[in-house]
């Protein structure tokens, strides 16, 4: 995925209302942009940190940028965007590059299931059947360590799809949960216990109810990013 038109780079002022920056471009430019992250971007950003972003013309938008990419305080970069991690996965799945989800005959996304009212990332058509797909991307890393960790806050809802998985595993129906590592220099990827740890708990139920667990790692730098390789995931 190649950031088109090409990103612009500035500074970290501060990050506040959860969806908000201040940022100082290079040329001095001084900017509130759209922050699209709901999460607490632990160890993901800090004052004057490096970030690139996206710049809107749409008179209609009320802020003129995306934050996209920034560089943590651990000198990694992370993607900041977390909606661009199911265009990542699905570039990923079509150009077979996601080597468990291969030979798919159709592909779906936000397609209803479950019993709580859920909305799989992905659903995947295969000859033998169809295979559901849940999407969560990582960016929570720690210094001096190549294992990356998700949550980065509590997420009640991340532990609703991981309770509809383990449901569809139980009934014989193929699911997987794919964790999209937005984070450089990582690999491995484990559950943050020590954030949510019902969240910890949960992902182990769903692997023991046969829940595929699997994580792949992006490449990143200002001008693109992709998904490239498997990871280890820790349980």
Known sequence: ??????????????????????????????LTIHCPNTGSMLNCMSEGCRVWFSRSNDPKRKLPGTWELGETPHGRLACINTARANALV?????????????????????????????????????????????????????????VAAFPDAVTTRGAKHLRELALLAQQGVRAVQLYCVNLSGIEAVRAAEEIDPAYA???RLAKAAGVEVLAYGAEITPQEIRLARRLDVLL
């Open 201 to 203: 708990a949960g992902l």
């Open 90 to 146: 699905e570039e990923a799945l079509r150009a077979g590059v996601i080597t468990e989800l291969q030979g798919f005959d159709g592909l779906k996304r936000e397609v209803a299931y479950g019993v709580e009212n859920s909305r799989a990332d992905f659903r995947l058509d295969y000859a033998g059947g169809a295979v559901f797909v849940e999407v969560k991307s990582v960016t929570l890393g720690f210094p001096g360590s190549p």
């Open 1 to 30: 995925m190649r950031f088109d038109p090409p990103l612009e780079e500035g500074r970290l002022l501060r990050r506040y209302k959860r969806f908000l920056a201040d940022i100082e471009t290079s040329s001095g430019e001084l």
